[in-house]
């Protein structure tokens, strides 16, 4: 499978934690391609307007509006490549580490996310393996999962509606049924800053800290 990293290619920090997650994918073998984020600087909103993504779920309190749709964006322009690839892809945010082997695609039906929960309550996987997503009622944090083209152009569909809201909570099971998830996980969120949470958001991060910066 190919697989990406979302990369804020002008912040020096998030090259940096791209290139340990890719560092860390090349010993399982998988190697990871950068794809550059969408900013706020670059035009989230009007961007937003051409691809039909409603603004209004990205107004909430724990994070910052513009950086939130963002973040949504630059996952969104990973599902549109997946279609046009036509073949399953791995998705990772910068701050994702790989730490054991990835799931091929023939263990998945539609979307599955691989990575270990990074904030807030969860609940741990009762079997080992694929299963219907089980550690919240979204992913955990969107920071890695792995995706075929049916399932993109379900969330490119569902993301002209009202639904769109930050990437975690809009891949939900409630939305779509179908979302399984990997157990034990095979890739962790390392973060020690954040480009889309505010300080009320940051304090749920499993890896915050009094040092933990907005960025």
């Known amino acids: 499978m190919k697989a990406f990293v979302i990369t804020m290619i002008e912040n020096s920090k998030s090259v940096k934690v791209a290139e340990r997650c890719i560092a860390s994918a090349k010993k399982f073998g998988i190697d990871v391609e950068v794809h550059s984020a969408m900013t706020p600087e670059k035009g989230a909103i009007a961007e937003a307007n051409i691809k039909e993504v409603p603004l209004g779920g990205f107004k909430e309190d724990y994070s910052r509006f513009e950086n939130c749709l963002s973040a949504f964006l630059s996952h969104l322009s990973l599902w549109e490549k997946c279609v046009k690839l036509n073949e399953p892809i791995i998705i990772f945010e910068h701050d994702a580490v790989v730490v054991n082997d990835i799931p091929s695609s023939s263990q998945y039906n539609m979307l599955m996310n691989i990575g270990k929960p990074s904030y807030g309550m969860y609940n741990t996987g009762n079997t080992i393996g694929t299963n219907l997503l089980f550690s919240k009622k979204y992913l955990p944090g969107a920071h890695a999962y792995t995706l075929k083209p049916a399932a993109a152009n379900e969330l490119i569909r569902s993301s002209k509606t009202g639904k769109a809201r930050p ?49």
């Open 167 to 215: 990437t975690d909570i809009f891949i939900n099971k409630i939305y779509f049924p179908w979302i399984q998830e990997y157990y034990p996980w095979p890739v962790e969120a390392r973060d020690s800053f954040t480009t889309i949470q505010n300080e009320r958001g940051i304090v749920a991060k499993h890896n915050y800290t009094p040092i933990y910066e907005i960025i």
